[in-house]
């Protein structure tokens, strides 16, 4: 692999107060996978594992000024706004402008941030090489610049971007350049970030009991930097684990947590990921009453977002537990309920899955 350099988001350019805002919220992310494989096979088809949720805010503050600047920040913020409205293409093609224009202005700053915002946008519609690429090109300028927290931050990205493009071992070594910067540094919110994408890495290949163990030194950091959202994110990556070793009762404290600082934060990605991780370990653990009680929340959650792939998932899933518990009446009716969301929200593959389910009770009731 080629050596991966320092990524920045911190930039010192003055793009206007609202602009800076909508950036802080919407694009200055950090890439971290929400979810190991084990939690995959829980996610009904279309809804991404994958979660641009973990937010680096830097103040932007280099007031330079010109018809040219103002011309490129003028395409910034409209691909902010395409970025906001889920238009990735647009946005990445209003960012390509302003990459244009502040390479003929010699603006390396604007350039490094522009190459940021494209990289993640990349990320975030599946397109990995065009991602890393535009990443490296932004630590490029990070490195040169000698920034070590962009280096930390621009590490983290990169890898990500490696371990969800199947390179684990790659993703591996590049979290760990970035977890030395941080300790060198003293930088804890950076060390409790690499830590966790550490833990992930590590669940990548297998090896979930030194995920745990990352996870677990992660959440000291990330407690003590008082970072709610990230540390709500590693609880739930920490209960991806315990799961997998079957460790569900673990899991469940894990899962607790993550609900409980995700809902504080209103990070509703990691809701449903929490949520989701309730239920299967107290499936696992056959309290199946508390599982649906669950259910319902997560249910409840689908409708109030508009997310129908999740209410897919809560009627598959209560369809399963009331199957498992011999209700056989509830279960038709949920299963049949499902099929129409899936048909609907044109997930073939999932409706098949419902249908054979659905047989496979209609026949053990006609044959009892």
Known sequence: MANPIGLS??????????????VALTLNVLILLSSTGVQAQFVPPGVRSVELD????????????????????????LGGQAQRQG????????????????????DVEGEGLTYDYIGVTYAKIGRYQQAEDAL?????????????????????????ILLESGSPESAQQTFAQA????????HRAGEGLSLSNLGLAAAARGDYFEAIKRYEAAL???????????????????????????????ALIAYQGGLRLSQATRDIPNQFRALRGLVQSYSALKQYPAALKILEQHRTLAQ?????????????????????????????????????????????????????????????????
């Open 220 to 250: 000291v950091l990330r407690n003590q930097w008082d970072d709610a959202q990230g540390e709500g994110n590693t609880r739930n990556n920490l209960g991806d684990a315990y799961r997998a070793v079957n460790a569900h009762k673990a």
């Open 179 to 186: 977890l030395t910067i941080a300790r060198s540094i003293k």
């Open 136 to 160: 490296r090109r932004r630590v490029g300028i990070a490195r040169s610049r000698q920034d070590f927290q962009g280096q930390i931050y621009g590490l983290n990205n990169l890898g990500t």
């Open 54 to 77: 973990e937010q680096l805010d830097i103040p932007l503050n280099n007031g330079s000024q010109g018809e040219e600047r103002n011309q490129a920040d003028s395409f910034m913020r």
């Open 9 to 22: 988001h911190s930039t010192g350019r003055s793009l206007g107060n609202s602009f800076c805002t909508a």
């Open 304 to 368: 109030k977002q508009a997310n129908r792939r999740e209410e897919l998932l809560s009627l598959r899933l209560t369809a399963q537990i009331y199957s498992t518990t011999g209700n056989w009446a509830t279960a038709r009716t949920l299963y049949e309920e499902a099929i129409v969301l899936a048909n609907a929200l044109g997930e073939t593959q999932e409706e098949a899955f419902l249908r054979n389910d659905l047989a496979q009770i209609i026949y053990y009731r006609m044959s009892n």
């Open 87 to 106: 238009n990735y293409a647009q946005a990445i093609a209003n960012w390509l402008q302003a990459l244009n224009i502040y390479q003929r202005m010699g």
